[in-house]
């Protein structure tokens, strides 16, 4: 292995546009590919930032963007994803390799290169301003949610959403209105990890422009180690610094308030999360008592004597609040096609094909922003899934906006096997390229 100073021109080729495609190096003036072995993201992540691309979606590999021709002038690339272009990677050495132009590595970059709000009273609330590569424009509001919203928060160092005003109440952008549609579960870091459609020639306004309100510093209260925000081990903030949440007497009281500060909706499960998801940092609060109407937990009684705090034993805590429940598609050619699964009480489960149909479908593409139902399927056609079976029956109008607000079993009552998975297909093609 050596490290090569100086930094060789880099372009994608044959993708959807210049921050995607098979990666092709310059090299002594002549274009050459990059072999796949050992590709990864963060040697992707190399590549997008070196074009001027934001961060990385994708690292294909294996001419996932077709063959190259020509020498292949890099192998065995391995970054450490400080380098400011690919050359300064470690590598075999200029067209040292043991691969053939079918294993050609490719890179998709997100496109987005900055994120910020604007025209607001504070620096958490305000107009959605996204760069393009290099062009600042505001964000059309026509699919922009709140989950969405959560993710800018949090990547902004924000809190979370506590609303998205529309109206254009922050004033017009001067550059480009973005057309672009994210579809965030929530739970990213920054909007550049969500996938992302462009909504073509749809007409938007600068009256129409996505905004944000954000919780700002005033979030004390987190929960980690779940698979939304949502859902979790409490944590709390005092003193600069996030600590853990015990107590010995964790109930449906304390979960109902925790969930009401986070905004995430009625309190579904209070509980004591097993070993190996346990914290190990430093304890923020010890022992609680709540009424279960404060507007947050500080305002409960965690001031117990210490004859009390001795008496029992104090765990971790945690909480699934019923702003937790997500819905996916998975094992279709993508977002807007696959097996329904749906995330409950802190698991993704399936859904039995029992009287599964298009009104059912329906509400599943809408609620996931992917246009009307073309097809419901059933029989697991996109594969069996496994865990639990969440929902049986399910008999939606087609106009609720979520799918556990149609009529169906109780949760994790059903007489089905995996065999019987549902599925969706929705209008939304596969690729929307921008």
Known sequence: MSMFEGAAVVRLEDGSGRCAG????????QWGTVCGDYWDM???AVVCKQLGCGSALKAPKYGHFGPGSGPIWMDDVRCRGTESALSDCTHNGWGQHNCDHRKDAGVTCSEFTGFRLVNGSTACEGRVDVQVLGTWGSLCASRWDVLDAHVLCRHLDCGFAESIPRGGPFGRGTGPVWRDSFHCAGTEAHLGQCPVTALG??????????AVICSAGS?????????????GRVEIFQHGTWGRVLDDQWDMQEASVVCRQLRCGEAETAYNPPKPQRGTGPV????VRCAGH???LTLCNTSLPESVLAAGIAEDVGVVCWGSRQVRLVNGP????????IYYQGSWGTI?????DLPDATVVCHQLGCGGAVKAVGSAQFGEGSGQIWLDAVNCSGAEAALWDCPAGSWGQHDCGHKEDTGVVCSVPPQVPR
């Open 22 to 29: 098979r990666v092709e190096v310059k090299h002594e003036g």
């Open 219 to 231: 979030v004390s209260l987190r929960l980690v180690g779940g698979g939304s925000r949502c859902d």
């Open 294 to 296: 404060e507007a947050n």
């Open 201 to 210: 020639a749809s007409p938007c306004s600068h009256e129409n422009n996505a």
């Open 334 to 341: 993508g977002r807007c096609a696959g097996r329904v699964e």
């Open 352 to 356: 039995c094909d029992d009287s599964w």
């Open 284 to 287: 923020g609060l010890r022992g």
């Open 42 to 44: 963060t040697d992707a």
